[in-house]
């Protein structure tokens, strides 16, 4: 079973980044997905990014993609998002999500898809 760890998350001002970490441990699937998605106060839990374990392709919110970058250490099993330029509305609690992956990764970025959830990890943007 795949176990998904989530840190990296905190108080910060606008304009700062972070870098939020997701150790993937377990039995893993031959070629998954990994997300992040993150929900704010109120709001339903929304897709942020996504990456190819095995090939490192990457799916972005356009909202986003200008300013977070995910990427993966395969040695490690952990997978990234540099998070730059952090704006207050980025303030979220902010979970990694793995699944298989059959399809390319634009059909993967609904919560639906995805198997197997982090706890999560607070990200507070003041302005």
């Known amino acids: 079973q795949v176990q998904l760890v989530e840190s990296g998350g905190g108080l910060v001002q606008a304009g700062d980044s972070l870098r939020l970490s997701c150790v993937v441990s377990?039995?893993?699937?031959?070629?998954?997905?990994v997300g992040w998605f993150r929900q704010a106060p109120g709001k339903e839990r929304a897709f942020v990014a996504a990456?190819?374990?095995?090939?490192?392709?990457?799916y972005y919110l356009d909202s986003v993609k200008d300013r977070f970058t995910i990427s993966r250490d395969n040695a490690k099993n952990t997978v990234y998002l540099q998070m730059n330029s952090l704006k207050p509305e980025d303030t979220a609690v902010y979970y990694c999500?793995?699944?298989?992956?059959?399809?390319?990764?634009?059909?993967?970025?609904?919560?639906?898809?995805?198997?197997?959830w982090g706890q999560g990890t607070q990200v507070t943007v003041s302005s």
């Open positions: 990456i190819s374990w095995s090939l490192g392709n990457t």
């Open positions: 377990g039995r893993t699937f031959s070629s998954y997905a």
């Open positions: 999500a793995a699944t298989p992956l059959y399809n390319s990764l634009r059909y993967y970025s609904t919560d639906k898809e995805y198997d197997v």
